[in-house]
């Protein structure tokens, strides 16, 4: 998997593709307008943050890549690589339930905090990605 060296880029299935865990220092993109929203990407080796109309979308530790991310009608779809294991929080529905799949496989439900937020951690190594969906039950 390749990173996103525009940091934030839209693709033709109207998904956001963003991240480059290999810069080694913070780099960011204000103002990407897509779907009528704007966004904000910061990104570099160890961390990689995405915005939403100023609000928390996602958030990675260490850096990542992040393709096709979409996120409507209580769900949240997207494929990640970073060079080693990764967590990612989603800002979600406060106090609610999530079906957690990677890969397509079931890795469990998981319940958002009262802020909404989702924490996961997925088991990653160079060259490779994995697809994640987080569905609310």
Do not use: C, H, W
């Not at 609000?55 to 260490?62: I, R």
């Not at 690589?81 to 469990?108: I, K, W």
């Amino acid at each position: 998997m390749a990173v996103v060296k525009e940091l934030l880029r839209a693709e033709s299935d109207g998904t956001l593709s963003f991240g480059d865990y290999t810069l080694d220092a913070k780099t960011k993109l204000d103002g990407f307008e897509f779907q009528g929203d704007i966004y904000k990407v910061k990104t570099f080796a160890e961390i990689t943050k995405l915005e939403k109309n100023g609000m928390f979308v996602y958030e990675s530790v260490p850096g990542t890549a992040v393709e096709n991310f979409k996120a409507e009608g209580g769900e949240v779809s997207f494929k990640v690589s970073a060079p080693r294991d990764v967590q990612f929080t989603l800002e979600l529905e406060a106090d609610s339930e999530y079906v957690v799949y990677m890969d397509d496989v079931n890795v469990g439900d998981m319940k958002t905090n009262l802020s909404g937020k989702l924490s996961v951690s997925a088991e990653l190594e160079e060259g490779k990605s994995i697809r994640i969906r987080i569905v609310e039950k």
